[in-house]
């Protein structure tokens, strides 16, 4: 497992994240996702066996906001 930032423009409420977090949550390989809509972040914990960066930010980016690795 391995847990990754992302930080994330275009969220407008704490729906936003919350949106974020399902979408996630649906995906194959997160094992735990956290959204703060307060420091417009999202840490992720994945397998990398199963998934990468890559195919989260564009889960992220299909839910309709910007993205990029924080770390």
């Known amino acids: 497992m391995i847990k990754k930032t992302f930080k994330i423009e275009g ?6 994240a919350m949106n974020i977090d399902g979408e996630l ?6 094992k735990d996702v956290r959204t703060n ?3 417009q972040v999202t840490e992720v914990e994945f397998d990398e066996g199963l998934i990468d960066e890559g195919r989260i930010i564009k889960v992220i980016k299909k839910a309709g906001y ?5 770390n």
């Open 11 to 16: 969220m407008h409420c704490s729906s936003c």
């Open 37 to 39: 809509y307060a420091k």
């Open 25 to 30: 949550e649906d995906t194959s390989g997160v």
């Open 66 to 70: 910007s993205v990029s690795i924080v």
